[in-house]
């Protein structure tokens, strides 16, 4: 299994990274991707990216989140920090709390799908009430090869096909499709598994039965088995699956 989108990083992890490290490679992990937010957490994700070499991989970016008035330094750094990336990314939009810097967040992410068209480099995409103004810039943006992951999708099948129109999108699947109150089971039945990826979003959305809890990679399994439950095939076709299309995705990667 390829965790597509994981913060190791994180401080949550400072007590005991090497045994969720450890728990995650016996779980069946292979590769972790580790997305960027801002300058305040870039030095963590390249002390835990030089830790753990050939298992956990880089995405370069600017968060949504970290987008205010002053954005221009922050892009800038992040536009430093691009070399060994396999990605960029987390990038994206994002109204849930604030709709104060939209226009600021529309700027920046049309920079860096402009970044991920000259390096030719996948997207990781975050997207969180703010489907229509995401549809309106990857339109605007469109290019030959756009390709990349809408993260922790909760928007609609519908919404998803249109982003393709623009791009090919994978749908990233992470512990939400555990929660018994979501929508995502029901968007999901209708997207085929090659276009669907896992992840964790550690360490937060952890799946059920560790819901409150720190999410962490090993976890993966239980949203492969949720997974597999909702399209009614078995978990070892999801896994297989959906390792398939991110190892296309990030690295050209075919089986013969």
Same mark, same amino acid.
């Given at each position: =299994? ?8 994180? !401080? ?32 963590? !994700? ?27 330094? /922050? +892009? ?25 810097? =939209?226009?600021? !967040?529309?700027?920046? +992410? ?6 991920? #068209? ?23 943006? $469109?290019?030959?090869? =756009? ?23 994978? =749908? ?7 929660? #018994? ?17 896992? /992840? ?12 409150? !809890? ?16 909702? #399209? ?10 959906? $390792? ?13």
């Amino acid at each position: =299994m390829i965790d597509t989108h994981v913060h190791l990083y994180d !401080q949550a992890f400072d007590t005991d990274r090497e045994l969720v490290v450890v728990r995650a490679k016996k779980a069946g992990v292979s590769h972790c991707i580790l997305p960027a937010i801002d300058k305040s957490t870039f030095q963590a !994700q390249k002390e835990c990216l030089e830790l753990y070499p050939g298992f956990c991989l880089k995405a370069s970016g600017l968060h949504p989140t970290s987008v205010d008035r002053d954005y221009r330094q /922050e +892009l800038d750094f992040a536009r430093c920090t691009l070399e060994g990336a396999i990605a960029i990314g987390e990038v994206g939009l994002d109204a849930y709390w604030s709709r104060e810097y =939209m226009d600021e !967040q529309i700027l920046v +992410l049309e920079e860096q799908i402009q970044w991920a #068209r000259e390096l030719d480099l996948p997207l990781i995409i975050h997207s969180r009430s703010s489907f229509a103004e995401l549809l309106a810039t990857l339109k605007k943006c $469109t290019y030959p090869h =756009m390709r990349g992951i809408l993260h922790a999708w909760s928007g609609s099948a519908g919404v998803f096909r249109e982003a393709n129109r623009y791009g090919h999108f994978l =749908m990233g699947i992470g512990g939400v499709i555990t929660y #018994r109150n979501a929508r995502l089971a029901g968007v999901v039945k209708e997207i085929d598994l090659t276009e669907i990826v896992l /992840e964790t979003d550690a360490p937060w959305l952890s799946p059920v039965p560790f819901r409150g !809890q720190r999410n962490e990679s090993a976890y993966l399994e239980h949203i492969a088995r949720e997974l597999a439950q909702v #399209r009614d095939v078995s978990p070892e076709k999801v896994i297989e699956q959906t $390792t398939q299309n991110a190892l296309s995705l990030f690295f050209g990667e075919k089986n013969e």
